[in-house]
């Protein structure tokens, strides 16, 4: 069973380019999540998406767009990389609080900006 | 907005032996979830415990166990039998039970060194 699978593992881009990370669900849930991890920071919510065809802004949403293509892929997009969008992002999923709300994750795509 | 604080950025115990874990949080909200996360180097997020609000019972799992005080607002983790795989960083976070806010708020972490 995959789970939760991010692609890419790891990229690294240069100031102002642009780069699509790519999430996908096999458990048929219905919420999505992408948080990024930065060191003594924790892991910070940028985009969540509650349902197929809705997104919310989370806590850093800046620089980045989502798109929730289908019930299992949840995209995130950096349109103009900056620096300091070096880090590790992750993505998520949970069926909803129909049950006890644990988020699943992916591995992590840890990306670095020059 | 709901906020999670870990107060210990580091922490360390001998092999076999049990430590704590702090977390506190605040919220104005009487029905939520709580969860203790886990990422060792692999990077993997691993859940390793949960609490429901509503429940006074703390939550147990193996050599895993919590406190929860909900009119305190802590939520420390307890490992008992300390081993060398539980070295790791160890997230807590907060999650709204209510329809249509359901994210996860996490704490800074907590980096857990096992003294052989």
């Known amino acids: 069973n995959a789970g939760v699978t991010q692609t890419p593992k790891f990229q690294v881009l240069k100031t102002g380019q642009s780069m699509t990370l790519q999430c996908a669900q096999d458990?048929?849930?219905?919420?999505m999540y992408w948080y990024r991890q930065d060191p003594g920071m924790g892991l910070r919510l940028i985009y969540y998406?509650?349902?197929?065809?809705?997104?919310d802004k989370g806590e850093v949403p800046n620089g980045y767009n989502v798109s929730r293509l289908n019930k299992r892929e949840f995209s995130l997009r950096l349109e103009s990389a900056a620096p300091s969008q070096t880090s590790v992002y992750f993505c998520?999923?949970?069926?909803?609080?129909?049950?006890?709300?644990?988020?699943?994750f992916g591995e992590g795509s840890r990306l670095t900006v020059l | 907005a709901q906020t999670v604080t870990q107060s210990q950025p580091e922490m360390s115990v001998q092999e076999a032996e049990t430590v704590t874990l702090s977390c506190t949080y605040d919220?104005?909200?009487?029905?939520?979830?709580l969860f203790w996360y886990k990422q060792p180097p692999s990077r993997q997020m691993i859940l390793v415990i949960r609490?429901?609000?509503?429940?006074?019972q703390n939550a147990t799992e193996n050599r895993f166990s919590v406190n929860f005080q909900k009119a305190a607002k802590s939520f420390s983790l307890k490992i008992s039998d300390s081993q060398l795989g539980d070295a790791a960083m160890y997230f807590c976070?907060?999650?709204?039970?209510?329809?249509?806010?359901?994210?996860?708020?996490f704490g800074t972490g907590t980096r857990l060194t096992i003294i052989p």
């Open positions: 998520a999923s949970s069926m909803g609080l129909q049950n006890t709300g644990e988020l699943f």
């Open positions: 458990m048929n849930h219905n919420s």
């Open positions: 998406s509650a349902s197929e065809g809705t997104t």
């Open positions: 919220t104005s909200e009487s029905d939520y979830y």
């Open positions: 609490q429901e609000a509503y429940k006074q």
């Open positions: 976070a907060y999650r709204s039970a209510w329809f249509g806010n359901e994210k996860l708020t």
